[in-house]
């Protein structure tokens, strides 16, 4: 069955290169979910993952000529939203990497029901994450970046990318033992 969806998207694709507009607005259909949700991971929100996803978008249809078949289609367009996510993040650079968490007032979400923690809450915590700490995570955790590549794309030492991606963990980690207590506290009655 896999091959038969490679095949589905390498004739949408071969629409694209010549330039049929339905062929692309189908690759859209078809890739969209998938790729706002790589988006949603880099994102505070819903609204700035469909920017980040649009402007994903503009940039791969503006490439087209880029990809040389090497490795999977939707794997080149998932580095493009990644690179997109990376150059917002870049010129949005006014954040400033703080120690003290207290100071940043993040809200933790206790959506979770009797089966534990959903992807879904696991995801509202990432997206809680400063805006640093979110990228690096993402890109050490999710995305299969060394540190010496985060560095090199987001412009910080490799030292500060593997001391982010541990402060990140860090507070990802409180964030679950604080609900793991509310849950025992809850139960207890």
Not at 110 to 139: I, K
Request: proline letters at 2%.
């Amino acid at each position: 069955m896999m091959t038969t969806v490679d095949n589905r998207l390498q004739t949408i694709w071969e629409g694209c290169l010549r330039n049929d507009r339905k062929q692309q607005e189908l690759l859209y259909k078809v890739l969209a979910p998938k790729m706002l949700a790589v988006c949603m991971r880099y994102a505070h929100d819903k609204d700035e993952a469909q920017d980040i996803l649009q402007e994903g978008f503009i940039k791969m249809f503006k490439n087209m000529s880029n990809y040389r078949g090497e490795g999977s289609l939707e794997g080149w367009i998932r580095r493009i939203m990644v690179h997109s996510a990376i150059s917002r993040y870049r010129k949005a650079k006014s954040m400033v990497l703080v120690d003290d968490f207290a100071e940043q007032g993040i809200p933790v979400s206790s959506s979770y029901n009797d089966n534990g923690l959903e992807a879904r809450d696991l995801m509202n915590m990432v997206q809680e994450l400063p805006s640093t700490y979110r990228s690096v995570f993402n890109m050490y955790a999710i995305e299969g970046f060394s540190h010496q590549e985060i560095s090199s794309k987001l412009g910080m030492s490799e030292l500060l990318s593997r001391t982010t991606l541990h402060r990140a963990r860090t507070l990802l980690k409180n964030k679950l033992m604080s609900l793991a207590i509310k849950e025992k506290a809850c139960l207890a009655g």
